[in-house]
C-alpha cells in the first residue's frame, strides 16, 4: 500500500458521520480532524473537532477534505472556497446547477492547483454513471430511472408546512409494474404517475382537520398532485419508532436494440438496495476521496465530475491487481 | 461533434458482424474495411474486404481496429502484432491469461506508440468494473456473479465431445432460490452446485445410447459433475429451431455494511439480460474503440483495460453536454 492519505470532513450531520465510519473500513485512509460551524467543543467525536473557520491552517496536513455540507446553503460557497485550499470532493446533488457549480469549482481549483471531484454520491454519482455507460453502449435505446423505496427530504418538508401538520415523512416508491414493463424490453411510455407512488405519514397538530390535511397534501402541485399519493395519520411515537432510517435504492434501467434490423432486444439495470442512504453517499464519497487525491498526485488539477475519474483509482489495489483479480 | 472515427474489423464471425451493425448506430464513427483470413472476395459485406495478410497497408488509414478474433486461438497473436501498428480494442476473455496478454500488448503498444483497450466485453468488462465499483465502496462486503441463463460455448464443446453425441447446445442458469438469498443481503455462503444449474439439449447419432450419453454429461468432471445437470433429448430440427439463438446476461451483486456497528446493509447490482451475446459484446467493443482513440489523442499510449478509462470517453457527447444531460 502506498502513503496513508489524511483526510479531512467538513460537516457533522448524517452525511459527515457517515465519512467517518466509511473511513474507519479504509485502512489507507486517515481521519485528521472534522471542521464544523458549531462549538467544536459541544462535540464529542473521538477525532479532532475545529472551527471551520480554523481550517486554512490546516493547509500541507489534510490531502483531501470531504465536503458533507448541504447543496442548498453549504456547497455553493464552500465548494469554490475550499478547493482554494485543498483537494476536496462532494456530493452536491442539486441536478440544475450542476453546470454553473462545476464552473465556479473549476475556477477555483484550476487556479489554486487542486483537485475537486464534484457531484459524487449515487444520483448524481452511480446512477448517472449507469445512465451515461448504458446510452454509450445502447445508443439506440430508451433509459429509465426509478427512485425508491426510499424517503424524499424534500417531499418531506413540504409535508410539513401544511397547516394541521406536526411531523411527517414522504417514501418514494416506484410502481413495480412499471418496472417489470421496462425490464421486458417493451420500452414504454409511462406517464409521472405511472412510474412512481408517493406515501405519507403524518402526525397532526391537536385538532387539525385530516380530510382537509390530506386533501392539501394530495393536491400540492409538483410536490404531489401529478401521483398517485397515500397518506396515513400515525402518532409521533409510531413517526419515531417505525419510520427514523434514512432507506434509498432505485434502478437505472436502459433497453435498446442491437443487430441487424436491431432485432436483439439488450437490457442493463444498474440498481440499489440501502438501509441508509447517507452512510452509502458517505462510502462513495471516500472512493473518490482517493481517487481525487491519486489524479492529484499524477499531476491532474480542476474540477472533476464522475465521468472523468477512471474506476482503478477508486481501489486500494494496484492497477497489477486488479487485473489480475477483478477483471 | 468532432471529426469521423475511421474504424476497421479484424474477424468477420459474429462478433465482427455484431461490431458493423453497431457502427452503424454511431455517427461519429465509419467503417473503413474488414480484414479476414479467408478469400476476400468469398464474402459479400457491403463494405471492403482484404485479407488480413494486406492489413499493414492501411496504417494511417484506420484510427483503430476492433479486433474480434478468439481468445485461444486468435488474439494471443493478433493483439501484440496489430499494437505494433494501430490502436487497437479487443475482447480477451481468458480471465487466467489476461496479465500475461496485458503485458505482451503493452510492450508492443508502448514501443509504438499506440493505444490497446484490451479485456473490453461484459465479462470480462462491465462485470469488472462493476466488481471493482462495489468493492471500493463497500469494502466489508461480499460479491457475487451469476452467469445466465445463457449458452456457453465452452460446455456445448464439451457436449459435443461426446461419443454418440451428433450436436448439442449447453444453458447456464443461476439458481433464481440463490439470487434472491444474496439479493436479502445475508451473504450467503453458496457452493457451486447452489449457485447454476446446467441445461443440455442433446441431438444423438442413430442407434446411440441416451442413457449411457446423459450419464457421461452429468459425470463430466470440470464441465458438469459439480452441478445439477439437465439432460434432453431433442431432434436436430428443434435444436436448430429453437436453440440457434445466442442469449446470455447474469448478475454482479455486492451486499456490504455500513456506519456505526456495521448495522447498515447495503446492496448494489448489476445486471444485463441479452438476447444476442456476441452483438452486446460488440456495442462495448465499439464504445471502447472511441474511448481508445481518444486516450491516444490525448497523448496516452499503451495497453489499457476498462478499468483505465473515465467513462466520459465512451461518449460521443462533450463534458459539458455529459454534465448538463447525464450527471
Request: charged fraction near 25%.
Amino acid at each position: 500500500m502506498s502513503k496513508v492519505i489524511s483526510v479531512g470532513i467538513v460537516g457533522y450531520g448524517n452525511l459527515g458521520r457517515g465519512v467517518e465510519a466509511a473511513i474507519r473500513q479504509n485502512p489507507d485512509m486517515k481521519l485528521e480532524a472534522i471542521f464544523t460551524r458549531r462549538n467544536p467543543e459541544s462535540i464529542d467525536a473521538g477525532t479532532p473537532m475545529v472551527s471551520i473557520s480554523d481550517i486554512e491552517q490546516y493547509k500541507g496536513k489534510i490531502d483531501v477534505m470531504i465536503l458533507c455540507g448541504g447543496s442548498a446553503k453549504d456547497l455553493p460557497d464552500q465548494g469554490p472556497y475550499l478547493a482554494q485550499h485543498f483537494h476536496t470532493v462532494d456530493s452536491f446533488d442539486t441536478h440544475a446547477l450542476i453546470p454553473e457549480y462545476f464552473q465556479k469549482v473549476d475556477d477555483a481549483a484550476q487556479s489554486s492547483g487542486h483537485v475537486s471531484v464534484i457531484s459524487t454520491g449515487w444520483d448524481p454519482g452511480l446512477f448517472s454513471l449507469n445512465r451515461l455507460l448504458a446510452e454509450a453502449v445502447l445508443p439506440e435505446g430508451k433509459e429509465y430511472t426509478f427512485w425508491g423505496k426510499g424517503v424524499s427530504q424534500g417531499h418531506s418538508d413540504a409535508i410539513r408546512r401544511v397547516e394541521g401538520v406536526r411531523n411527517g415523512i414522504q417514501y418514494t416508491i416506484p410502481h413495480e409494474a412499471a418496472v417489470e414493463r421496462v425490464r421486458s424490453g417493451s420500452n414504454p411510455e409511462l406517464t409521472t404517475r405511472e412510474k412512481h407512488l408517493r406515501e405519507c405519514y403524518v402526525v397532526l397538530e391537536d385538532g387539525a382537520d385530516s380530510e382537509a390535511v390530506a386533501d392539501e397534501i394530495r393536491n400540492m402541485p409538483n410536490y404531489f398532485a401529478d401521483y398517485e399519493t397515500i397518506v396515513h395519520f400515525v402518532t409521533e411515537e409510531v413517526l419515531r419508532a417505525e419510520h427514523s432510517k434514512m432507506p434509498h435504492g432505485g434502478n437505472v434501467i436502459r433497453s435498446g436494440q442491437t443487430g441487424q434490423d436491431n432485432a436483439s432486444t439488450q437490457l442493463i439495470e444498474f440498481s440499489l438496495k440501502l438501509d441508509s442512504n447517507p452512510e452509502f453517499t458517505a462510502s462513495v464519497l471516500v472512493a473518490y476521496a482517493r481517487a481525487g487525491y491519486r489524479l492529484a498526485q499524477a499531476g491532474q488539477k480542476g474540477a472533476k465530475t464522475v465521468f472523468d475519474v477512471p474506476f482503478g483509482l477508486l481501489s486500494p489495489k494496484s492497477p497489477e491487481q486488479l487485473r489480475k483479480e477483478l477483471l
